[in-house]
C-alpha cells in the first residue's frame, strides 16, 4: 500500500500556548552523554557530536547545543535538563543562555532537573517546607503548584503485552488525572521489549491524550547512546527506522491534536484497542496473533508494514477520516 504521507512542519503547543505542558512531547537529555565524541561522521542534516574545550557543564552544554538542529527535526515540544547542579549553571550561565536561545528558537522549551528537585518526600527539607510560611527560609526550599499535575505514569511500562491491561492502565490514569484536573503523564521506555512490539506500544502512548516524555535514545531503539551522530546517521535516510516512525508521529500529533480525551470505539476487544481522539482520527493497536480489518479512513503513520485492508498482529496505525 502507499506509504503514509508526512505531515509537513507545524507549530506545536510549546510554542502557542500557556498550559503547553499538558499535551507536550518532553524529551529528557543528559547532557554529558550528548557530548561524547562521535567514533564517525555526523548526519548530513545536523552537525553532529564533538569534543568541546572545557569540562563539568560548559563542555555537556555545548554538546546539547550541537543536536539543536536533530531536536528540532525530530520534533519535540521540550528539553529536560537532567540532571543539573545549579551551581553549576551558574557558573556556565553564558552556554545556558545560548542553548537555550537557540532550543526557543525552535519552540523547544527547556525545563532543568536541578538537584533539589529530586528530594523525596520525607526529606526534611521537603517536610519543613510543608509546614513552614513565607518569608521563611524553609518555605524556599521547594516550589508547589497545584493541578501541575506532571506525576510520571509508569503503569503502561509495567503492563503486559495484553489489550485488557493496556485498557486498565489508560482508562485509570485519565480517569485520575480528570479528577485533579492534571494531565496523564506517560512514559514507556520498552527496551525490553521486541522491537516490533515497542514501535506499536511507542504509537499507541503517542496516541493518548497528556503529555508524554521520551527518553534520550528512545527515538532510535536504543537504550543507551554512546555515539548519537553514528546511530542517527544509520537510522535517517531508511523511512522503516525508528528515527523516523517517531519524527512521523510527532509531526502528525502536533497537527492532529485536541482536547484531553478520547473515545473507545466500536472494534475495542480482547485483541485490539481502539479508540478516537478529537477530530475524529483514530489510533487501532493489534494485541492478537492474527490481522484484523482497518477501520475506514486514510492511514497517515503506522508502527510496521500493513497488509491490504488489515492491520497486522503487533501493530498500531494512526487512521483520518475520509480519503
Request: hydrophobic letters at 40%.
Amino acid at each position: 500500500m502507499p506509504r503514509p504521507a508526512s505531515p509537513g512542519r507545524v507549530t506545536g503547543p510549546a510554542a502557542t500556548s500557556a498550559e503547553w505542558w499538558r499535551q507536550a512531547v518532553v524529551y529528557q537529555v543528559s547532557p554529558r552523554s550528548l557530548a561524547a565524541p562521535a567514533a564517525g561522521p555526523g548526519p548530513a542534516t545536523h552537525p553532529g557530536p564533538a569534543t568541546h574545550p572545557g569540562t563539568g557543564l560548559t563542555a555537556d552544554l555545548r554538546g546539547v547545543i550541537a543536536q539543536i538542529s536533530y531536536l528540532a527535526l525530530l520534533g519535540i515540544d521540550a528539553v529536560w535538563l537532567s540532571p543539573v547542579d545549579p551551581s553549576a549553571l551558574a557558573d556556565d550561565g553564558y552556554d545556558f543562555d545560548e542553548m537555550s536561545s537557540g532550543l526557543q528558537a525552535h519552540g523547544i522549551k527547556v525545563i532543568v532537573d536541578v538537584a533539589p528537585s529530586d528530594a523525596s518526600n520525607p526529606h526534611p527539607w521537603f517536610t519543613d517546607a510543608l509546614a513552614a510560611a513565607p518569608p521563611a527560609p524553609a518555605a524556599g526550599r521547594s516550589i508547589f503548584r497545584d493541578g501541575l499535575g506532571q506525576a510520571f505514569t509508569f503503569d503502561l511500562l509495567e503492563a503486559g503485552w495484553d489489550s485488557g491491561e493496556f485498557l486498565t492502565v489508560i482508562t485509570d490514569n485519565l480517569a485520575a488525572a480528570q479528577q485533579y484536573g492534571a494531565s496523564a503523564t506517560w512514559v514507556l521506555s520498552s527496551y525490553d521489549a521486541t522491537p516490533r512490539r515497542a514501535r506499536a506500544a511507542a504509537l499507541l502512548m503517542l496516541a493518548l491524550p497528556g503529555s508524554a516524555y521520551l527518553g534520550q535514545g528512545e527515538e532510535l531503539g536504543l537504550h543507551r547512546v554512546t555515539d548519537l551522530a553514528r546511530s542517527v546517521g544509520l537510522q535517517q535516510h531508511d523511512p522503516d527506522s525508528t528515527l523516523n516512525l517517531y519524527r512521523q508521529a510527532l509531526g502528525w500529533r502536533r497537527k492532529l491534536q485536541g482536547a484531553e480525551r478520547l473515545e473507545w470505539m466500536p472494534g475495542t476487544s480482547g485483541q485490539v484497542l481502539h479508540f478516537g481522539r478529537p477530530g475524529g482520527w483514530r489510533s487501532v493497536t493489534n494485541f492478537g496473533p492474527r490481522a484484523v480489518p482497518l477501520p475506514p479512513g486514510t492511514v497517515v503513520v503506522a508502527s510496521a508494514p500493513l497488509q491490504a485492508g488489515l492491520l497486522p498482529a503487533d501493530t498500531t496505525a494512526w487512521i483520518i477520516p475520509g480519503g
